[in-house]
């Protein structure tokens, strides 16, 4: 990133608005400056997007209800020194069950067959405002033990209805190995979505249908077969952040 250098001799040398300029290293005694960019203190005046300009930032920005938004493409957000970052952590979500109420038991047990739908909502549950991600990955892990032959279909969605993971799985029921399992990994991108905050465009929502069908003659029992899902949202990319960054962990172990 590149650095800016303020400083009274600075100021004197370009005072009376003088125009932006590249300037040498300079030294006083055992004081080293390396500034890349020259700014008059006195009798001038620039703005942050003048700056970003000057210097040729690769910084993406844009303003937003007078306030410049600046975007960083990469997972990490650094200082002007470069020593310090901030990423996402991992967010592995509690297992999510999948439970028949008595209602649709009875429904298999009389038909052979019935049809579940549900959706729910889950947060990142950061201490920030909010948190809009851009990319990053999912990975699901599915168990089951119904005594039946069945299919999920499952989609992760935003608010805005953008999918970031479609997903079906088929099982059959041989009478005899009652579990089974399955796992897939997502990437998504360019499906904008925010965590953090109180609304529901800061949550992601999970739509499920579950079709079952009698095998063996098997009829199911109410509470004692499931579907457990357990899916972490890892290797995410931020576009932009909004809060108390002081809250969080800032690491310096690594550039």
Known sequence: MKRIGFGLLLSLTVLAGACYSDLDNIEIGKLQWSPELGVPLL??????KDLLKEVDSTIDYREENNVLVLFQ?????????????????????PTAPIILTTEEVDEFNTSGTVS????VAVNY???LDS?????????????????????LSLVFRTADNNSILDYNYTWNYDG???ITSDFTSNNFSD??????????????????????????????VTGQNSIDLDFEFVNMEFEALYG???TQNISTERN
């Open 191 to 220: 499906a904008t979505f925010a965590f953090g905050g109180s609304n529901d465009r800061d949550k992601v929502f999970i739509q499920y249908e579950l079709v079952l069908n009698r095998s063996s003659g098997v009829n199911l």
């Open 244 to 246: 108390d960054l002081s």
């Open 125 to 127: 549950l950061s201490d």
């Open 176 to 178: 005899v190995n009652l």
């Open 73 to 93: 493409k990469e997972d990490s957000l650094f200082s002007s020194n470069a020593r310090e970052y901030y990423e996402l952590q991992d967010r592995i979500f």
């Open 131 to 151: 948190i809009i991600i851009e990319a990053g990955m999912i990975n699901l892990s599915i168990q089951e033990n119904f005594p039946a032959n069945g299919n």
């Open 116 to 119: 579940v739908n549900r959706e």
């Open 43 to 48: 009798k001038s005046s620039f703005t942050i």
